[in-house]
């Protein structure tokens, strides 16, 4: 098989992976990959250059393509309505297992969700207390108690 079609066929591959994960990492590797096959097609071009040339244009899209997909689809759901885990910040939740000062983890619900909650001081959240979500940590929820 021929270098430059490995490399669109994995450019394709990787479009699919993207759909199903979030944050456009994937499509930066697709750009990369589509670059390389492109260099594919360059006669006396190697596979070192194709390497380098993904490896290159993935790293300058993930720096430079990225961000802009990031605030193109942000700015496009819902003209600054907060969707996702960043529609939690602000809300209500209550604690349903306490959260402790040293591991700082314990267990809130917010919007009928249950989630992994910890103090943002470290101090100890008893259950049942109300308490603000400050910050989303990747699935666990920084609260700070109401008041």
Not at 68 to 80: H, V
Not at 130 to 135: D, E, N, P, R
Request: proline share 3%; net charge negative.
């Amino acid at each position: 098989m021929e270098d430059w079609l490995i490399w669109f066929v994995a450019a394709i591959a990787l479009v699919v992976a993207e759909m199903f994960t979030a944050g456009f990492w994937i499509a930066c590797l697709a750009v990369g990959a589509v670059a390389a096959g492109i260099a594919a097609l360059v006669p006396g071009l190697g596979p070192a250059v194709q390497g380098i040339t993904f490896a290159a244009s993935s790293l300058l899209s993930m720096a430079g393509l990225r961000p802009k997909l990031l605030q193109y689809f942000q700015l496009t759901s819902g003209s600054g309505v907060r969707t996702g885990v960043d529609a939690l910040l602000g809300k209500t939740a209550v604690v349903t297992e306490r959260i402790e000062p040293l591991s700082g983890l314990g267990r809130v619900k917010v919007d009928g969700e249950d989630w992994r909650g910890a103090s943002a001081d470290a101090t100890v959240i008893e259950a049942g207390t109300l308490v603000t979500v400050i910050q989303v940590d990747g699935t666990t929820l920084m609260v700070e108690k109401e008041g």
